[in-house]
């Protein structure tokens, strides 16, 4: 952690609209707090624990096999904190930035605070759902 940053911020705007997102990583010695703000709007947070058996594991030179077996998920489970506690869009969200952090040499917890509304609601399928969650995965990838 001594070559990481204490904290970055990107600014990005997403193609298919005038949408601006913000995502700020502010690293702690055991978690990442993760904001990623939708037109200046968060309203969800999770709590995204990486399990002590996955982080043993990383320790011990294992990881890179864990995220190919994709064993459960990985054992990531994200709380909802604060918000809508039913949308599957959102927890989809929150489970693979938990992966993306798996990815990371030291996995850390995360604390996510995210604007739910631009996801819109769990049972309304979207044509650009999909092209979202990877626009929200590419810029989060850039901050951690």
Do not use: C
């Amino acid at each position: 952690m001594e070559n990481e940053p204490f904290s970055k911020t990107v600014s990005r705007s997403y193609p298919k609209s005038d949408d601006e997102i913000v995502v700020s990583a502010t690293n702690l010695e055991d978690k990442l707090i993760l904001n990623i703000q939708i037109n200046g709007s968060m309203d969800t947070t999770f709590d995204i624990p990486i399990s002590t058996s996955v982080k043993v594991r990383q320790t011990l030179g294992g990881g890179s096999q864990l995220i190919n077996n994709n064993e459960d998920d990985a054992g990531i489970q994200p709380i909802v904190l604060i918000g809508e506690v039913n949308n599957i869009k959102l927890d989809i969200v929150a489970t693979q930035i938990g992966k993306l952090m798996l990815t990371k040499q030291e996995p850390k917890n995360v604390i996510l605070t995210l604007g739910s509304k631009w996801f819109g609601k769990s049972d309304v399928h979207e044509e650009d759902d999909f092209d979202k969650l990877m626009f929200i995965l590419e810029s989060v990838k850039s901050v951690i």
